[in-house]
């Protein structure tokens, strides 16, 4: 299949065999969205198909972006939002940074995967080229920190060494296919079986796409390890203009730091692991202070307006144990109790709290009325309010429904 040859062009020229409506899911914006458009076959293709765990080409077929390229068999499959006349001659041209990238990131994983293996005989099971970093799967519970160095070491310097990458095509019976690496061929594999051939390191089937010497990776830099699933360890990295990417964006946060800190980079873990122990302290004497508060207020209540067969407290600062003290030293069997914290105008918290009943019937028009999220029981509703800009109408609302309750019971 010539489709596997084309990866080295830029720019193609060819024409379309297809065009058929179609449906793309994809995610815009956190969001799942469903974009109709069109799949198109073209006689042949630059563009790569997704898989072997590199993502898909983008790029342009004339002035058409190419959102998605998929695999079919031996065709690729080319979706696009404007459809195109079958026969007609087309220019294909493929996004080469995002190329470019894949490449660098594959080629690094062909790397990474055969010095672990011949160095420390840690078979890699899967791999997945991620957005922002990379990720290998190798067969191992553990990699020790020293050998985590000794392969970084070792890649860089298979990088500065120059070593060419080639690819060679071979009849799938042909004997040499037996002495290379590989985790199987798929089930609608047809045409030759394509070699990544690093030389002297590594043979290995894969259809993506690659660098043509090593030192087009320009750096390898090994992130750490995490815990893979069944006894397996993920390894991460970031190959070529990732780790420059990487580099700067780690620059500018730290010299941020610096003036957020007013310290140098060496002090930055210190200067903030005290500022959460301040941070902390301060936030157990605040604690108590309206904890304090809070008892002070109820004996002011009870001296002054515990009368009132509803009571309503709005304060700035607080939180929900702040009013869930005050509300434990009212007699709530007997009185209507709603209590607020935050903005007068913003985003805080409530609680509404009384005889079981009441509350049980005005606490979800009360959530209501506050745009806010929240449940109750046994005489107690409390939840988040988006805003409290109509709290003085909740309160009014509150007030007509005793009143009216009380004049009932006369």
Not at 80 to 95: P, Y
Not at 139 to 165: F, G, H, M, W, Y
Not at 218 to 238: A, D, Y
Not at 337 to 349: I, M, N, Q, R, Y
């Amino acid at each position: 299949d010539s489709t596997l040859c084309q990866y080295a062009l830029k720019t193609f020229v060819t024409s379309v065999v297809s065009c058929c409506p179609a449906e793309l899911k994809q995610e815009i914006n956190g969001k799942k969205e469903t974009v109709k458009g069109f799949n198109v076959k073209l006689q042949d293709t630059i563009l790569f198909p997704e898989g072997g765990g590199q993502p898909d080409d983008h790029g342009l077929i004339g002035d058409i972006p190419v959102l998605r390229v998929t695999r079919l068999g031996p065709e690729a499959v080319h979706f696009v939002c404007s459809s195109l006349q079958e026969g007609q001659q087309v220019h294909v041209k493929v996004d080469w940074e995002r190329r470019f990238d894949h490449m660098q990131q594959h080629s690094g994983q062909h790397l990474i995967t055969a010095l672990a293996d011949t160095m420390f005989g840690y078979k890699t099971t899967s791999w997945e080229l991620g957005r922002q970093r990379s990720t290998i799967e190798l067969d191992t519970p553990c990699v020790k920190p020293n050998q985590l160095q000794a392969l970084e070491e070792a890649v860089n310097e298979k990088i500065r060494s120059q070593t060419p990458v080639t690819v060679q095509l071979l009849s799938i019976d042909d004997p040499a296919v037996e002495k290379v690496r590989s985790r199987g061929l798929p089930e609608d594999h047809a045409g030759p079986i394509r070699i990544i051939d690093i030389e002297g390191v590594d043979a290995n089937m894969c259809c993506g796409t690659h660098v043509s010497n090593l030192s087009h990776l320009q750096v390898i830099k090994l992130l750490g390890t995490e815990k893979g699933k069944k006894n397996k360890t993920n390894l991460l990295f970031l190959a070529g203009n990732r780790v420059l990417k990487y580099t700067e964006k780690s620059f500018n946060t730290e010299r941020s730091l610096v003036s957020l800190l007013k310290t140098g980079p060496d002090d930055h873990v210190e200067a903030v692991d005290k500022l959460q122990k301040s941070v902390k302290l301060l936030q157990k004497t605040n604690l108590n202070i309206l904890r304090d508060m809070a008892v002070h207020l109820k004996i002011f209540l009870t001296k002054e307006t515990i009368s009132c067969i509803v009571f309503f407290l709005h304060r700035k600062e607080g939180d929900n144990e702040f009013m869930n003290i005050i509300a434990n030293e009212i007699n709530t069997e007997e009185t209507l109790v709603f209590l607020t914290v935050g903005e007068e105008k913003g985003p805080g918290l409530f609680l509404l709290a009384g005889p079981s009943g009441p509350v049980a019937e005005l606490g979800p028009r009360v959530l209501e009325m506050l745009q806010g999220k929240g449940a109750g029981k046994n005489g107690r509703f409390q939840g988040k309010a988006n805003s409290l800009s109509r709290r003085e109408e909740v309160e009014a609302f509150l007030q007509q429904h005793c009143t009216h309750h009380t004049s009932e019971e006369e």
